[in-house]
């Protein structure tokens, strides 16, 4: 398996990981705030010095794509890519909101037909949010979200489970014996790894010159006007 570096700022966590053959062999993390400017380069320095002090080739740089803080994106994107520059390796982009379905399905119990709905928050009763299957396999896209009683209810025929940090605000206006809170879920770069590691595997890299990131702007801009 590929040494890839991982490096997540969607969100006020700011997080780097290194990872080979299937487990992570370095990480650190900062939950402070929104101190990606401050925090992403020394860690970034840290890791790369992990690597190389043990010999290790760097062969990949994944990067949380999004969507997320149009800041945190990118400081993380442009890190990223200076580095696939100056190291001579490929770029790969990881969606924030399977990223965030990661830890639930590798720490939780979930029922076999259970669909997972990571969010992001936004104003008031708004959230950017995704429904997957346990195999993470889209059900529904990401769709800027107005949260009320009726907006999941069609999938409410199964245990649907909610998390990310616009989930909390949205549980008491959904009010379904099927919609269950999972708190605490950020997403970090130490869970990249499988994502980041499948596509390297299949050649699925970016274009360095020109890969963006998906900014929450970007989903507001094509949302309802009802949302804005």
């Given at each position: 398996?590929a040494?890839i570096?991982?490096?997540e700022?969607?969100?006020?966590?700011?997080?780097?990981?290194?990872?080979q053959?299937?487990?992570?062999i370095?990480s650190d993390e900062?939950?402070?705030?929104?101190?990606h400017?401050v925090?992403?380069?020394?860690?970034?320095?840290?890791?790369?010095s992990?690597s190389?002090n043990?010999?290790?080739p760097?062969e990949?740089v994944?990067?949380?794509?999004?969507?997320?803080s149009?800041?945190?994106?990118r400081?993380?994107?442009?890190?990223?890519?200076g580095?696939?520059?100056g190291?001579?390796?490929?770029l790969?982009?990881?969606?924030t909101?399977?990223l965030?379905?990661?830890p639930?399905l590798?720490?939780?119990?979930?029922?076999?037909?259970?669909l997972?709905?990571?969010m992001?928050d936004?104003?008031?009763?708004?959230?950017y949010?995704?429904l997957y299957d346990?195999?993470?396999?889209?059900i529904?896209?990401?769709h800027?979200?107005?949260?009320?009683h009726?907006?999941?209810?069609e999938?409410?025929d199964?245990?649907v489970?909610?998390f990310?940090?616009?989930?909390s605000k949205?549980?008491?206006m959904?009010?379904h014996p099927?919609?269950h809170?999972?708190?605490d879920?950020?997403?970090?770069?130490?869970?990249?790894?499988?994502?980041?590691?499948k596509?390297?595997?299949?050649g699925?890299?970016?274009?360095?010159a020109?890969?963006?990131?998906?900014?929450?702007?970007?989903?507001?801009?094509?949302a309802?006007?009802?949302l804005?």
């Amino acid at each position: 398996m590929a040494c890839i570096l991982n490096i997540e700022t969607s969100t006020d966590v700011c997080s780097v990981a290194v990872s080979q053959d299937g487990a992570v062999i370095w990480s650190d993390e900062d939950r402070s705030g929104p101190n990606h400017a401050v925090k992403l380069g020394k860690f970034v320095d840290e890791a790369l010095s992990f690597s190389d002090n043990h010999a290790i080739p760097l062969e990949g740089v994944a990067v949380s794509c999004g969507p997320g803080s149009y800041t945190g994106l990118r400081i993380g994107v442009s890190m990223a890519k200076g580095i696939c520059y100056g190291r001579n390796v490929p770029l790969i982009a990881v969606h924030t909101l399977q990223l965030l379905a990661v830890p639930v399905l590798l720490f939780h119990e979930l029922e076999e037909d259970a669909l997972l709905c990571p969010m992001l928050d936004a104003r008031r009763m708004e959230v950017y949010a995704c429904l997957y299957d346990r195999s993470l396999k889209e059900i529904r896209p990401i769709h800027a979200d107005v949260v009320d009683h009726d907006t999941y209810l069609e999938y409410l025929d199964r245990p649907v489970y909610f998390f990310g940090n616009g989930a909390s605000k949205c549980m008491s206006m959904i009010d379904h014996p099927n919609a269950h809170l999972i708190p605490d879920i950020v997403p970090l770069a130490k869970y990249m790894l499988p994502l980041a590691e499948k596509r390297f595997l299949n050649g699925q890299f970016e274009d360095v010159a020109y890969f963006t990131p998906f900014y929450l702007k970007d989903f507001v801009a094509k949302a309802p006007k009802k949302l804005l």
